[in-house]
């Protein structure tokens, strides 16, 4: 027998598919059940100010996040709250020891902002922050 003839005799190779498939929806299940996703408190009505300098806030897992929107609606964790609900949490706040970040939306009116600050304070709460967006610098 020649080797033309062995050659066009010779079984078609392919490779099986569904094991392959199977493999890979395994490790795609096992990814995102050992991973553990991080969801930064965002309220999506907010536009934060924008600005060039600042720093990045570390810990994030320890922040109490008050967002203050446009109309100047305080929300914490989706719930909209008054100034009696939010000296609530502060309270709890302080107890624990963490640290507070203020973000007001860009056309917030500043006395709202500063009400909730003055909370922050009356409330024993020393450590707080304002958040800004920050933009690269362009020149």
């Known amino acids: 027998m020649s080797d033309r003839a062995r050659w066009q005799t010779a079984e078609d190779f392919s490779i099986p598919f569904t094991p392959l498939l199977d493999i890979i929806f395994i490790l795609i299940i ?3 059940v050992a991973t553990t996703f991080y969801s930064e408190e965002r309220d999506l009505e907010i536009k934060l100010p924008e600005g060039t300098e600042g720093s990045l806030l570390k810990d994030k897992d320890t922040v109490f996040v008050i967002n203050i929107r ?3 609606a305080i929300v914490v964790n989706e719930d909209i709250l008054t100034f009696a609900q939010l000296s609530q949490r502060l309270e709890k706040v302080r ?3 963490r640290r507070v970040e203020i973000r007001g939306d860009t056309n917030a009116r500043h006395g709202r902002i500063m009400a909730v600050m003055n909370l922050c304070k009356r409330s024993g709460i020393q450590d707080y922050a304002l958040t800004q967006r920050i933009v690269q610098n362009i020149e």
Do not use: A, D, S
């Open 95 to 97: 107890m624990e020891k």
């Open 70 to 72: 446009e109309k100047g």
């Open 30 to 32: 096992f990814f995102l």
